[in-house]
Each structure stands twice: as structure tokens, then as C-alpha cells.
T-cell receptor, first 114, second 109 residues
């Protein structure tokens, strides 16, 4: 049973479209995250949520709107997609969000904007 | 902002130990040192973490200098499956694990 699962694995779309990526964790964790890995392979944190509340927003454009319907889910909706949004997006979770905890990552969603 | 310094790349032979250095000279007393790795086309994977004492688990060992300004990740016997990018992270702020460039480890058969 996959601990952190994201769908879809691949997403190809046109500029200007709106798309969503879903993430679910079955670990009973309180904290979930979204990361973006660009073509240069740098991993950047985008958002952190704890118990459905936004904790960290790393100056991400407001075209990106995360939504957490419950603790186990953190979905990422992206409006008006741009070429620069092409990247691999990773969801992750940790127990409470503290520095002494490990993060569990999903396998990623490769987004290609044409 | 990971605020750590790692070599860009390292090579190792299969079955031999790998020592991956990391410098975090500006670390504060409450910062944890985390290591993650990312295999090709996969998500990052937790390896090990520590605060002050050396740590061991089934994947690796973490040796932390007494002054905590540096640490070394030790893979005891490298296998081809250990070829990955290894990230040393100074975890300073709760909820915000920030990655740097990492060390690309190549394992020769």
C-alpha cells in the first residue's frame, strides 16, 4: 500500500488551461507539502499544510491554489497554466511538521505545458 | 535555503563504503541534519537524520562532528541501487525542509 500517492503521474496540457494534481497519504500524518522540481533538478518547497491549515506559502503565484479537504489529502490546482509551470511536482507528508521528523514523498507528477 | 555545502559528485566502487561529506558551519543548536536521496525518476527518499549524536539505521550511518559544523553520511557497502543524488539538509524551520543541489553518487560495478 503506497504511503503517499499522487495522480496523475503524467499530465500534458496546453498553456492557459486549468489542471489539478491530487495527493493522498495513508500514514495518519498531520502535515502535508507540495514541492516543485524544475528542469535543473532543484527541489523547492511550495506549500506546507498542517491539519488542513496553510502554514507555509513560499511566494508561489496565486494561480496555484492548494486545497486540503481533510488531513489525508492535499490537492494542487493550477489556473492559467504557463510554460514555466512545466516541472515535476512532489507531494509529501510528515507526522506533525517538526524538524526532527522525516518526510515521506510521493513518486511525482510530471507536468508538461505546451 | 539549505545552507549546506556538498561536493557536486562522488564515485564509488560496488561493495565499497561511501563517505559523503557535508559542511553546515552556520548550524544553530536546534537545527537537525537530515539526509535524503533521490533515485532517477523517483521522489526523494528519507535516509537518516540526527541532532548531535551519531546515528545508525539499516540504510546508512550519520557521523556528526562534535562542533556540529559538519557531518558525514556513510553508506557501508555501496550497491548499484545506491546511485542517486544525496541531499544534506540543515532543517532549521519547522514545516520547511529545503533542499540544496546535493551530491550525485555514481557506483561502478
Amino acid at each position: 500500500d503506497t504511503a503517499v500517492s499522487q495522480t496523475p503521474k503524467y499530465l500534458v496540457t496546453q498553456m492557459g488551461n486549468d489542471k489539478s494534481i491530487k495527493c493522498e497519504q495513508n500514514l495518519g500524518h498531520d502535515t502535508m507539502y507540495w514541492y516543485k522540481q524544475d528542469s535543473k533538478k532543484f527541489l523547492k518547497i511550495m506549500f506546507s499544510y498542517n491539519n488542513k491549515e496553510l502554514i507555509i506559502n513560499e511566494t508561489v503565484p496565486n494561480r496555484f491554489s492548494p486545497k486540503s479537504p481533510d488531513k489525508a489529502h492535499l490537492n494542487l490546482h493550477i489556473n492559467s497554466l504557463e510554460l514555466g509551470d512545466s516541472a515535476v511536482y512532489f507531494c509529501a507528508s510528515s507526522q506533525y511538521g517538526g524538524r526532527g521528523e522525516k518526510l515521506f514523498f510521493g513518486s511525482g507528477t510530471q507536468l508538461s505545458v505546451l | 535555503d539549505a545552507k549546506t555545502t556538498q561536493p557536486n559528485s562522488m564515485e564509488s566502487n560496488e561493495e565499497e563504503p561511501v563517505h559523503l561529506p557535508c559542511n553546515h558551519s552556520t548550524i544553530s543548536g536546534t537545527d537537525y541534519i537530515h539526509w535524503y536521496r533521490q533515485l532517477p525518476s523517483q521522489g526523494p527518499e528519507y535516509v537518516i537524520h540526527g541532532l548531535t549524536s551519531n546515528v545508525n539505521n539499516r540504510m546508512a550511518s550519520l557521523a556528526i562532528a562534535e562542533d556540529r559544523k559538519s557531518s558525514t553520511l556513510i553508506l557501508h557497502r555501496a550497491t548499484l541501487r545506491d546511485a542517486a543524488v544525496y541531499y544534506c539538509i540543515r532543517y532549521s524551520n519547522d514545516y520547511k525542509l529545503s533542499f540544496g543541489a546535493g551530491t550525485t553518487v555514481t557506483v561502478r560495478a
